[in-house]
């Protein structure tokens, strides 16, 4: 027997107990797969579902061959006698931030692509589509990354593929390469890339005249990534919105032993707050704040603060000097005072970068202000200068203020604690600030994203073989053993202005005040600041009685009558037993 | 069937799938208790064990009851064919801090008093003694609270009981209230306190002459409660560090994925890094700080981070510009030229306290200078402002720097930017912050705390029924069935010099550099900051083959031959099935 210091050496490099357990997990698959140890792949067909936006007519002046061929119609699995494709050279690669579950992209499509097809690495990301970065995937490299978090088999980047230049360097890798498909798992900016790069590949980008296929896999922590009966909730937000779950849920409880603290927790999600209504939803906390309905009410920041200051000092009366509030990180810009203030310093920075960055910081401000409306330069003199100071700091790749970087939440400590000093002195408030984001982007995945990447993986292999491009793979039907489609992704295009101009974008999914969720929340988030309700999903578990849980809000939204997600065994009583069983060996050669 | 908003309204307040499974999970006795559906508790006897401190002589003259009474011997169990002790009233608290496990330190206690005893919960910590605030613990409450984390079933506080009032007020509650014991949960602190209340109630503290008994339980997630040989490690510890080895172990994960940031992740731990190198263990980052091995080391602020500085060089060389650095909490009072100054600081304001209170923000600085050695004076004026502020803010209870208010990760990120521009401008640096702290404390103990803290309970109570007074209760042989035994609390103390005066403190069990956990660490850093070797322990699993695990320092400082911990199953082939089978009826009624 060796010693444990032995032993200890042998865990390094994802070889913990728990890493070597999770590659062992089975994988369900959806029955049109057949069979979980021999998953076959789909042909499809289209269906009478058409996809339309308001900017259709402009979208299908930009992508004709791409809506010639779809005619945006959602696509359905059909029965076929065809024999396996082979010989495809399959690119695949991640694009924008990690989120769990990709690991299993890779794999579902690379168990589709079988021995016939050669499944090949870009690294890392977009960047290395451009540089022209490829590695041939093999089984072996798969078994080892199974069921694991993050993107660190191929690596990520944002960078985004636009000018001419680099549209005509991938052409020429997928020439010199002998590329037949790519397929990019990403988030909404990285899926509008891929439809314009099926679009631009649609058809002579290799010498023979043939095109290069691209297929989108949706992937994003945010949840912003959804289309209303054909895409229930873009991969990694399960995972991520468990794992902020378990640490709110350990606060709360530390709330109520302590007895003496407020937290405020900021909680990863760019624009939508669909997270944040996740980890209420799971949790119970006093207070959760949903950027959209700021909007939708048009709150002030004001407004906001007197909010939570009345729950603080209702609980004080009740000596409980205790809570949590969870604020979505986009809230700042939902505030509409101050999206009309961030939308004119987007503009007036974007047309005057060059002179703008040449100014110290104190004479940047001033330069700001005279550009200003009137109303406007008067609410940024009004804000605190740490505010001020992140509302003039640069943009991201797309032209996005980095919201991450405001500290939202220490701004509405500090409010609330004057507001809470006005209304009543004698109220103990003492608060504790937190920004949960990159610990929930690459932990394990949970069995609910660990099954659904890995059909993911599957569906998307099964386009690319049944020879389609421009769609966006995605699975329905989640409590009801799973139906792989495909989405046309010109039939999500819409027009959006950033950094002053006009560019195709899919619109990102935002939390509806209608939505089943949403009301569910409303109707209960009364009752959790009166008085303590809270509980926690717990630490994720991959094996046991709570493994198997779909997101609340997925499961309010698609009016399943239970949280427990089935895919690849509906109708069969023993499931949950047959799943554990069966091994997944595929990989395990 | 119910509807999901149905469902969702009953997995309120704790009552998550999880935490309903959580309750249902066994829980193992060592084998002295014989039964885990019938516990049944043990006599004790004097070891030939016997514990002394430097300051052995002083504590004689202070605790002279208590000394005579044990010798300041080691107990062990002892067979007995004594009839079970009925009438007793036990009161049972948390103080300080919450750390996971402690409900099950309750239900241990509840479970081995019976029928035939009263346990009272005492509402919350110390305060709730000297308030005399007590309530009767059913075995139904406890049902609903096993397994949970957190102390919101009693509450805590951190009311240190030292006027001759406060003892008067206790002893005064412990009459009215008929309490024949006080089970005192808590860390080095409060375990001291239990000392001084021991020997204080020991006799005629009520009106027939009798004393009352007052027995420690050893929590706090820092670890920093240890006796070599006697008590492994302090509950909650097991907990804590695998939650924030999972967040760490994310963030590693993620900065392969991602390939661009440093993250600097401080983590809680007052004094003692024994958190920080059991996460080291756990995960395997680039660097890791042990605040004890810079005391030793004598090393300087630019030392430090001129070895991180190195690190981030050497791996942006293999083009790894990522990494992460764990931070241990109470670094900075361990850098030599600090320290004295903090020492000069603590000194000065404890004696300067009402002038210096009535100063303003901008005075305080100069008023403190012209107060300091020169040397100190300088060092001082050196730092950043916002380590200055926090240097001169308030302490707490026990009169000691609040080091988690100190953003020692943030002047390290500022410091090691600095020191890799002068080395080399081109290499490129962005850093994340991170602290990781009350995320910890709460969580659902693992099923090594679970465990544990059931089986301190048990011996906890069975000492009360003893008769012993003024002994922390612990489970040695972790790998080996489990041992419960008894720590003379006298054999602990020894004399430190806080707040300008000598206390009585057991002193804090720090990260021995010659111990096997650290000089396992000190071979392997090397390595790890060279490459990537990584892994995590995962988010903790209550079921399924990853689920009993003990804390790697603890495994390698006990020359444990395996991380699974075995109590009540040592020689068992089946043990583990035996106690999956087996379901813990007792609170179930």
Known sequence: MSTLPEQLREMESHHSIFESALRRLPLPVCTVFRSPDQPVPVRFAASDKILRTPDNAIVARSFPLSIEASGNAVLVPTPSDAPPVKGKRVAVLFSGGPAAGGHNVVAGIRRILGDGNTLLGVTPGPKGLIKGAFFEITDDAIASYLNTGGFDFLGTDRTKIKTDAQFRKVKENCVEYGIDAIIIIGGDDSN???????????????????????????????????????????????????????????????????????????????????????????????????????????????????????????????????????????????????????????????????????????????????????????????????????????????????VSLIPTEQLLIDMVARYVREIDAGIPFAAQSHFFGYEGRCGAPTRFDAAYTYNLGLTAASLVLDGRTGYMASVTNL??????????????LQIERRQGQDEFVIRKALVEMNSPAMRYFASRRGDWADDDHFSSPGPRQMWGPAARQQPITVALNSNSDSLEFTIGEAGTEDRGQRTEDRALTAFAS
Do not use: C
């Open 479 to 492: 409590t009801d053993g799973g139906h792989p489609i495909a989405i046309p992704l010109t039939g999500l």
């Open 192 to 402: 509008t890339n891929a439809a314009i790069l099926a679009e631009y590949l649609f058809k002579d980008a290799k010498p023979d005249g043939s095109g290069v296929q691209v297929i989108g896999v949706p992937k994003t922590i945010d949840g912003d990534l959804q289309v209303k009966g054909f895409l229930p909730i873009s991969f990694g937000f399960d995972t991520a919105t468990k794992i902020y779950s378990e640490m709110v849920g350990n606060i709360l409880q530390d709330t109520r032993s302590s007895l003496k603290y407020w937290h405020f927790i900021k909680l990863m999600g760019r624009s939508a707050s669909h997270v944040t209504l996740e980890v209420a939803l799971q949790t119970k906390p006093a207070v959760a704040l949903v950027s959209e309905e700021v909007a939708e009410k048009k709150q002030s920041l004001s407004s906001i603060v007197d909010q939570i200051a009345r729950a603080v000092v209702a609980r004080a009366r009740k000596a409980m000097n205790h809570g949590v509030v969870l604020v979505p990180e986009g809230l700042i810009e939902f505030i509409p005072e101050i999206h009309y203030l961030i939308v004119e310093l987007n503009d007036v920075l974007a047309h005057n970068e060059k002179e703008f960055s040449r100014l110290h910081d104190s004479a940047r401000l001033i330069f700001i202000q005279n550009k200003l409306s009137s109303e406007n330069a008067r609410l940024l003199a009004s804000l605190p200068d740490y505010i001020v100071n992140q509302l003039l700091t640069d943009r991201d790749s797309h032209g996005n203020l980095q």
